[in-house]
């Protein structure tokens, strides 16, 4: 792991604590250690970046970073940053484009989600993978689909455990899930399906607490009160309305004072003053949410918005307020019609996932039939197309082609001696050890048999030479394989590329003539190179 990579996992949680600014400038200063252009730096960095935005209620600028993310994403070809940066795009552009209808595009926020779930999944690098999934639940949160955003957070939280002192605080993904319920309840709550509601708050404490057990690092100070405060919040409308209305005051307290995200706070507030007002202090409930409506940001979320409303018309209406019941039932008929879009929202979701299933099952069956079933290399089919789009694209006549045929040595020796089992063996082995030798952008295919073929850029031929010798001596260097390699080479342009198979196949029988283990380039003055 490298440790730019474990740097970004400490700074994002960092900015999720009250130091957006420091943190932001400490990830511009690495963005641009690569070339002194922002753009230039690591994907991982410009999530930094992207989430000090986040935190600080900037989706615009949130937006424009995770553009930048994606670009330097898809430039390491790291899928699980493309799906941070997909996921991050999307909820921001959602959370930014809500207050404007006309103006919002679920289907595209919801075909970037399930795109870069897609991705996520893809992604090895422990770090990246991790944050790829909570970026994809919380983009499935943001769109209160909360049935899709609980198995990311679940599978970030078991990855964080197997990943222990490695992969960013477990305990920050527990605290999404016990925040997620809490929300989950506020909603249910508004279409007064009070028992369900219930449920949400009793799975929000079993989160919070283990989160507040499981904190460590430099700020598991912070996390541990932010877990108290909302295991406190789970409680208020159950068992303990009086110890929750304490506690909800000294952990709000400390956080307010310690800069945290505003979100975390906001949607305690309605829990609080449903304790006070449970534990026979009204009044001081009242005024809770009369100080929360009046502090609400422009930008709020809807559910905290309503449920914060809501609450202090449910609270006047309990002291007598007429116009506070005609409120409620405005607001509940309002809610019931958003819960609807809320169903709707997540059946279009769960379509799109089985069409993003459909599609990869496809893909997965295209790359199968261009795949070596023996040895997991591309095949003779993949080669001969491989061919055919060079020699059809646009700059086929500007642009050289290396074509390397390779013979194995000796390889009737292993099957008649060991068998056929050990000859499998060994051509595994041999694939392995040809394209552990080429780039990102150059093919290793088996033929058939013991023959194999690679086509790499052909515009430095020393770098050629470099590849095909290092071929030889990988091959060679299998331990207890006696086979060796014969390797010819020729370059051309791609629309040339069958003239060049024949001399490479020449060039490839001459090595075999000169007894093998060895390579030599057919080129101009047909110079020979052994390696």
């Known amino acids: 792991m490298r440790e730019i990579t474990r740097e970004a996992a400490r700074l994002l949680e960092r900015a999720m604590t009250g130091e957006a600014a420091a943190v932001r400038e400490r990830a511009e200063t690495v963005l641009r250690s690569a070339s002194g252009d922002l753009a230039d730096g690591p994907a991982c960095m410009h999530f930094v970046r992207s989430v000090t ?12 970073a995770a553009e930048l993310m994606l670009a330097a994403a898809e430039r390491e070809g790291s899928a699980g940053w493309q799906a941070c940066a997909l996921a991050t795009r999307a909820w921001q552009l959602h959370r930014r484009d809500k207050m404007s209808p006309a103006e919002s595009d679920i289907d595209r926020v919801l075909r970037d989600l399930v795109t870069a779930e897609s991705l996520a999944a893809e992604e090895r690098e422990p770090i990246a993978a991790l944050n790829s999934l909570v970026a994809v639940a919380i983009g499935y949160w943001e769109l209160r689909l909360y ?31 016990a925040e997620m319920h809490l929300g989950w309840a506020l909603e249910l709550y508004q279409i007064s399906h009070v028992e369900e509601a219930e449920e949400h708050t009793a799975e929000a404490e079993r989160y919070a607490v283990r989160a507040a057990e499981e904190v460590s690092g430099d700020d598991a ?9 909302y295991a406190a919040c789970s409680r208020a409308d159950r068992h303990d309305p009086v110890g929750a209305a304490a ?17 975390a706070l906001t949607i305690s507030k309605p829990f609080y003053a449903v304790a006070l007002s449970r534990s026979g202090r009204p009044e001081e409930a009242l005024q809770v949410m009369a100080d929360a409506v009046r502090d609400l940001p422009v930008d709020a979320d809807w559910l905290v918005l309503a449920s914060t409303h809501r ?14 019941r005609a409120t409620l039932a ?25 069409l993003e299933a459909l599609r990869l099952q496809h893909e997965q069956m295209a790359r199968a039939a261009d795949l070596d079933a023996l040895t997991g290399i591309a095949n003779r089919r993949a080669f001969d197309h491989a061919l055919e789009d060079a020699g059809s694209s646009p700059d086929a006549g500007r642009r050289r082609i290396a074509v390397l045929l390779i013979d194995t040595d000796r390889f009737k020796q292993i099957n008649d001696t060991y068998g056929h089992a050990a000859g499998d063996t060994a051509l595994r082995a041999i694939a392995t050890a040809l394209n552990a030798q080429a780039g990102p952008g150059d093919l290793v295919a088996r033929l058939g048999g013991d023959e194999f073929a690679a086509l790499l850029d052909g515009s430095d031929q020393a770098a050629i030479v470099d590849v095909a010798v290092r071929m030889v001596r990988a091959v060679r260097a299998i331990p207890d394989c006696p086979a060796t390699v014969s390797i010819g080479i020729a370059v051309a342009p791609a629309d040339e590329l069958p003239a060049a198979l024949e001399r490479a196949d020449e060039a490839m029988y001459a090595v075999k003539r000169a007894g093998g283990d060895g390579m030599q380039l057919c080129d101009d003055d047909e110079a020979a190179l052994a390696a």
């Open 53 to 64: 935005f986040i935190a600080q209620a900037e989706p615009t600028r949130a937006i424009e």
């Open 147 to 177: 049935e899709l955003a609980e198995p990311q957070f679940r599978m970030a939280y078991e990855m964080s455990r197997a990943e222990d002192g490695q992969n960013g605080n477990r305990a920050m993904w527990l605290l999404n899930l």
């Open 221 to 229: 100070a912070a996390w541990r009160e932010n877990a108290l405060l």
């Open 247 to 263: 506690d909800i005051e000294i952990y709000l307290a400390r956080l307010v004072a310690r800069g945290f995200m505003p979100d």
């Open 311 to 324: 609450t202090r018309a449910v609270l006047m209406a309990q002291l007598g307020s007429e116009d506070a």
């Open 330 to 354: 405005y607001g509940d008929a309002l809610a019931a019609a958003l819960w609807r879009q809320r169903l709707n929202t997540l059946h279009a979701a769960r379509s799109l996932h089985d």
